[in-house]
């Protein structure tokens, strides 16, 4: 079956540092994988989406940035982390089934930057 | 552009009652409609998902309908619990675009 691994759970960081975030799937090849920023009292807004090794595409402008150095890892990073960055950070994958694509969540990263 | 609302934003209910819960989106044209729960602090788990034929589908005490036309999915939850108490987001799947959420229903249980 399939699993998708997050780390860290929580990260407390201070304005100004480096963040990097991991996200692992295992169970499956070739997978969309996705991150999502869920900040608090508001809906799922999505950063990243990559359909392949090397391939990212932003939806948002801001001072992140996505990887994927691997089929089934992607990360998600900042030189310099703002305060406006603070928030519950979701990482997804998806397969494509004929007409079907079906979405799923790891557990989240909860960033608090102070 | 693809828009996903969610009604009622909260619903408190007690224990034993049957609910309903709203999703409507702005564009038929759709893979795909899914449901999700969430519980505080963690990722969303993938309760049902509806291809866009299909009118209904069921998961125990969960059935979600799809009125694509319309732009219109119900979750039905039957004889609800204290540990269905969570919120739940729909999200859709356009043509040729990422999924979109709506903003979710916060729901509580009350024994």
Do not use: M
């Amino acid at each position: 079956s399939q699993t998708i691994h997050q780390w860290p759970a929580t990260l407390v960081q201070p304005v100004g540092s480096p963040l990097s975030l991991e996200c692992t799937v295992e169970g499956t090849s070739n997978p969309n994988l996705y991150w999502y920023r869920q900040a608090a009292g508001r809906g799922l807004q999505l950063l990243f989406y990559s359909v392949g090794i090397g391939q990212i595409s932003s939806e948002v402008p801001q001072n992140l940035s996505a990887s994927r150095p691997q089929d089934r890892q992607f990360i998600l990073s900042s030189k310099k982390l703002l305060l406006s960055d603070s928030g519950f950070y979701l990482c997804a994958w998806s397969v494509t089934q004929g007409a079907r694509e079906t979405q799923y969540f790891g557990p989240g990263t909860r960033l608090l930057v102070l | 552009k693809q828009e996903v609302t969610q009604i009622p934003a909260a619903l408190s209910v007690p224990e034993g009652e049957n609910l309903v819960l709203n999703c409507s989106f702005t564009d038929s044209a759709i893979y795909n409609l899914q449901w999700f729960r969430q519980d505080p602090g963690k990722g969303l788990t993938s309760l049902l998902l509806i291809q866009s034929s299909q009118r209904e589908q069921t998961s125990g005490r969960l059935n979600a309908s799809l009125d694509k036309s319309s732009g219109r999915s119900t979750l039905y939850i039957a004889a609800s619990q204290p540990g269905d108490s969570a919120t739940y987001l729909c999200a859709v799947k356009p043509y040729g675009q990422n999924f979109v959420f709506g903003p979710g229903t916060r729901l509580s249980v009350l024994p």
